[in-house]
């Protein structure tokens, strides 16, 4: 049994007779990443979306930073906005209301400017960079329509019900 164990310690000999340096035997190829787009675009425009499918799960904690946003928008519109005075309820509701949304599109532009080359490294065993290119076209346009449906639906439900219910 310790034989067994000493062996599979102990690298094989290469070709020759001579041992390898350490260094050489763990060289891999560094796939090329001078034609992955600087900006993902399905990143970009759906982050929430594109990244769990890419494995990067993280992205789930945008949906409640968008509820965030988006409830800090409402609030400033129904609490009168910076017309009621800048320190007033509706003022400081509006700066909030810019900070976070500044603050969230800083973060999703900073996400997708390295999501791409995270997605193609993890998928640069499986596929060749010019299918992986095609593949992001089509999730560019799917997260474009999804974001558009997003944007539509929250507006109208924020002046269906939310607005309405706050005056």
């Known amino acids: 049994m310790d034989e ?6 102990q690298p094989e000999p290469a070709a020759g ?31 929430a979306v594109w990244g769990p499918v890419h494995g990067q799960w993280i992205t789930i ?15 400033a519109v129904i609490f009168g906005g910076l017309s009621s005075g800048l320190l007033s309820t509706g003022g400081l509701a509006t700066i ?3 900070t976070v949304v500044l603050g969230t599109a800083a973060i999703t532009f900073l996400y997708a400017s ?10 640069a065993e499986r596929m060749t960079l010019q299918e992986y290119l095609a593949r992001e076209r089509v999730w560019a346009v799917v997260c474009a329509l999804i974001a558009l449906l997003f944007i539509v639906l929250a507006t109208w439900y924020n002046l269906a019900v939310r607005i309405p219910a706050g005056a």
């Open 114 to 123: 390295t999501a791409g080359r995270k997605a193609y490294l993890r998928a």
């Open 4 to 9: 067994t164990l000493q062996s599979m310690a």
């Open 61 to 75: 904690l945008f949906y409640p930073l968008w509820l965030f946003a988006d409830t800090c928008l409402t609030n």
């Open 17 to 47: 007779g001579a041992q390898q340096p350490a260094s050489e035997e763990l060289q891999f190829a560094e796939p090329d990443l001078s034609r992955v787009p600087r900006i993902n675009w399905g990143a970009l425009l759906m982050p």
């Open 96 to 98: 909030l209301a810019a």
